[in-house]
């Protein structure tokens, strides 16, 4: 069964360091979705992408932020200048979205800023 | 926006009893309601889904509900056993429209064996 795969899985980094988050989503979705979840609390929404651009950003989504799909197959979120409180469980998803399907998760990216 | 609540936040059942989970959404042009299971330390699953034209639909163990006029759907689960143990998460969005899915904030759910 096709999934989305993400890496790394687990990524420490220095507050103030840019990371790059890594997602495959399958292949034949058209539309790429990032979620975060802080431990314990719900899924939140950050930004979702569509046709090579971003088709919704939520208010997280700030100028820290950036995804892009530099091949056909990878889509990446950037995390410029990384904070403590942007430590979080990064989920990518996918979906195909046409007459409507679900979206598939990733297992996630355990990101820790210290 | 779309707001979802969800209820109750944690819930504990004894195996072979039944639990279920509500969550009401505020945008009447939310279309799609998927349930997601998510494990400890795991990435969400789809468990169950309800597109709006539906007002109820089952799989095993597991049905949906939507009350498409009160703006609520909840899901049941039958026969609880002791890996239904996880936190539960609803969601509403619109199908094709790549817009996103506003999640609820979970229920977590404890079968006592």
């Known amino acids: 069964e096709p999934e989305v795969t993400q890496t790394p899985s687990h990524q420490v980094t220095q507050m103030g360091q840019e990371v790059i988050l890594r997602c495959v989503p399958i292949?034949?979705?058209?539309?790429f979705y990032w979620y975060r979840q802080i431990l314990g609390q719900k899924v939140e929404f950050l930004v979702s992408?569509?046709?090579?651009?971003?088709?919704?950003k939520s208010e997280i989504f700030d100028d820290q932020f950036s995804v892009e799909r530099p091949d056909g197959s990878n889509f990446t979120l950037k995390i410029r200048s990384t904070k403590l409180e942007d430590s979080a469980m990064y989920f990518c998803?996918?979906?195909?979205?046409?007459?409507?399907?679900?979206?598939?998760f990733g297992q996630g990216t355990r990101l820790t800023v210290v | 926006g779309e707001n979802v609540e969800q209820h109750p936040s944690t819930l504990s059942v004894q195996e072979g009893d039944s639990a279920v989970i509500k969550c009401t959404y505020s945008?009447?042009?939310?279309?799609?309601f998927p349930w997601y299971k998510q494990e400890l330390g795991k990435r969400p699953q789809l468990i169950i889904d309800?597109?709006?034209?539906?007002g109820e639909k089952k799989d095993q163990r597991i049905a949906v509900t939507l009350n498409k006029t009160a703006k609520h759907f909840s899901l049941h689960i039958t026969e609880t056993q002791p890996e239904d143990s996880a936190v539960y998460f609803c969601?509403?969005?619109?199908?094709?429209?790549?817009?996103?899915?506003?999640f609820g904030t979970g229920t977590s759910l404890t079968v006592i064996p």
């Open positions: 945008d009447s042009a939310s279309n799609y």
């Open positions: 998803a996918s979906s195909r979205d046409r007459g409507g399907t679900e979206a598939f």
């Open positions: 992408f569509y046709n090579n651009e971003i088709s919704e």
């Open positions: 969601a509403s969005g619109e199908l094709g429209t790549g817009n996103q899915f506003y």
């Open positions: 309800i597109r709006s034209n539906v």
């Open positions: 292949s034949n979705h058209l539309y």
